[in-house]
């Protein structure tokens, strides 16, 4: 099975992630997006960081992705294994087609070539509004990337998209409010995947 994660940055992803494989049933491997193998944690640097055009932004989320799938992906799920990825193609849909204007069907067609059009069993939207993203991002004390620092308007733009996505979906679709304590978030997505592991 392959389960993503989704949302806007400060959902809660990266908890939830950790949550689910602490408790699933089923063992799971967790592995982040962009990232996760040497080559895409390398790509993962440059995108965030660096002042690349929004093509080559797009570009190089799905060669990342690519490398990934490749390398760890695939050989995990043909092993029979479980899957869990914080953030996939429907990242790059809504942030990067949506939310930088390149167009979900373009930005997904690059993405089904870089995946062999691979396609989660399920998908977790963390749902939060962009005013509580930029609360629990002002409270983490870090500096933000390039890309978590876009305005307000891009993520209320990359919002509507991922909701869009997932009523396009509602069979692999599942939405959480991420704005519930932690708690509560991993026990509403653990209901979410429990049909998965009957």
Partial sequence: MLI????????????????????LPHPITVLREPGGVELS??????????????????????????????????????????????????????YQGAGRGLGIAE?????????GGLVPDRTLLLRLSPAERAARLGGRGDGLDRLESAGEEFFATVAAAYDQLAAAEPDRWRVIDAAQPPGAVLQDALAALSDLAA
């Fill in 4 to 23: 993503t994660l989704e949302g806007l940055d400060g959902a809660g992803k990266t908890t939830l992630a950790e949550g689910i494989a602490a408790v």
């Fill in 41 to 94: 944690e390398r790509l993962r640097e440059l995108v965030k960081h660096q002042d690349v055009s929004l093509r080559a932004e797009a570009l190089l989320f799905a060669a990342s992705r690519a490398q990934l799938v490749a390398e760890a992906v695939m050989p995990l799920l043909e092993r029979g294994e479980w899957v869990l990825l914080d953030r996939f193609v429907d990242s790059s849909l809504a």
């Fill in 107 to 115: 930005v997904a067609a690059v993405n089904a070539f870089a995946t």
